[in-house]
């Protein structure tokens, strides 16, 4: 495709243009190879298009050189940029398609029946494992029944070396166990079978991009602190936040105008000022477009916002669709109270109900909140401390893996929510049943 693409738009004796295809083949083949092998924790997690993406730009740089130095090499502008759209297009296609199809499954041997590895299991049953087999598990002591949680009981620690022997498992995932010190012992003995280890809940950070917080030990929270944590500088990110926010602050302002008339059309103010949590804490008031109606809590009291709301108006749910109502969030971006990706902020009202019902709430603090983030492009509303749980498997996930390269990500992939919009915004699609639908799947409306 890049050879007989390059031959199209490079002008001179053919001798010459098969001579510009094939470096620009190799160019490209060479930086999408590249992109891939720098891989990392966080790459899986983020899923092949920014591993792609991260190749065609390396590709991108290394083409515009060639076309500097070498004259024989020299493309335009307009169709390096082209060059690169067709790259992106057709490796990223080919990575999910290969991952999907081609790639045969990990199979996987579950150590452990805590409740993180029937969640495990559960996730794995209902199709959220894509690329991964489960042979079964192996528990600390031997029981009469031959399944758990639906999954085949292989037998117990002592038989381990046995049991991967028999199953050859390419991946061993060790859950919360008493008998740990024999676990590791059995796996040594067994190490000739060529597997790999790993602890649950690294596992979910690789595979699913979260940090399941049933059995989360306070231990995981030091690995932040880590010597070996690569650091994402603070000056890196405000920076990327000023620049991004002054961006899309002059691309958007002629909309606020427009937001305010339409939304005027209902009682109340246009712009809703809600006190919210910020980094360690501390309040800020955050600023929205309103979006429903003036008495939305009438008795004064916070109320939980779910997906097809019946409390907003007909224009604010088209401004929660495409997210415009969260555009003067960008003062708040500005003013250093928030960021562009970090968890959203949450009210105080539910600062009690939140930190005795989901371990480790407060742990999200510790970062700057944001006007998107992970948890906002993986998962729906939040409209309990339940929800709010398996919404901060997410938060905690960008806890640890946050970097210039994540941001860079979950600001794309919320680019292109916002293209398509949000269907689960509209109170005319609600049903019976989806808010704790909601709960769990489709995009965000925070």
């Not at 995932?173 to 024999?182: F, I």
């Amino acid at each position: 495709m890049v050879v007989g693409f390059t031959l199209t738009v490079v002008q001179g004796r053919w001798s010459e243009r098969l001579v510009t295809a094939g470096v620009q083949c190799l160019i490209w083949t060479a930086g999408v190879a590249f992109g891939n092998a720098l891989g990392g924790p966080a790459l899986t997690a983020l899923g092949p298009r920014v591993a792609v993406g991260r190749g065609v730009l390396i590709g991108l740089v290394d083409s515009a050189a060639a076309s500097a130095w070498f004259p024989g090499q020299r493309l335009s502008v307009g169709a390096t940029f082209l060059l690169a759209a067709i790259v992106f297009t057709a490796a990223a296609e080919w990575e999910t398609l290969s991952l999907r199809h081609v790639v045969p499954a990990v199979r996987l041997l579950l150590v452990g029946t805590s409740v993180g590895a029937r969640n495990l299991i559960e996730d794995l049953q209902i199709g959220r494992g894509g690329g991964y087999e489960l042979v079964g598990v192996v528990e600390d002591h031997q029981r009469e029944e031959t399944e758990f949680a639906g999954a085949p009981l292989l037998g117990n620690v002592a038989q381990l070396p046995s049991v991967v022997e028999a199953h050859l498992p390419d991946l061993v995932v060790l859950g919360p166990s008493a008998s740990r010190p024999q676990v590791l012992l059995r796996l040594l003995d067994a190490a000739a079978a060529g597997f790999r280890v790993v602890e649950l809940t690294e596992f979910y950070e690789y595979a699913y991009g979260r940090v399941p917080v049933e059995d989360l030990p306070r231990e995981w929270f030091l690995s932040v602190l880590h010597l070996y944590q690569r650091p994402y500088s603070r000056f890196t990110k405000r920076t990327l936040d000023i620049v991004g926010a002054g961006l899309l602050l002059l691309l958007t302002l002629p909309l606020f105008p427009l937001v305010a008339m339409l939304v005027h059309r209902t009682p109340g103010p246009v712009i809703l000022r809600q006190v919210r949590l910020g980094e360690h804490g501390r309040p800020f008031t955050i600023f929205k477009f309103r979006t429903m109606r003036a008495d939305a809590e009438a008795d004064g009291s916070a109320v939980w916002a779910v997906d097809h709301d019946p409390r907003l108006t007909p224009v604010g749910s088209v401004l929660r669709r495409f997210r415009i109502d969260e555009l003067p969030q960008l003062w708040n971006v500005l003013r250093g109270e928030m960021s562009l990706v970090g968890p959203r902020p949450e009210r105080p009202e539910f600062l009690g109900e939140l930190a005795a019902c989901v371990p480790y709430w407060t742990r999200r603090l510790l970062v700057k909140p944001g006007l998107t983030g992970w948890a906002q492009v993986r998962q729906g509303y939040a409209a309990s401390a339940e929800a709010t749980a398996y919404k901060l498997s997410y938060d905690f996930w960008y806890l640890r893996h946050r970097s210039l390269m994540v941001d860079l990500a979950v600001l794309l992939r919320t680019l292109a929510v916002v293209l398509r919009g949000d269907v689960s915004a509209a109170p005319w699609a609600a049903t019976p049943a989806a808010p704790a639908v909601a709960a769990h799947v489709g995009e965000p409306v925070d």
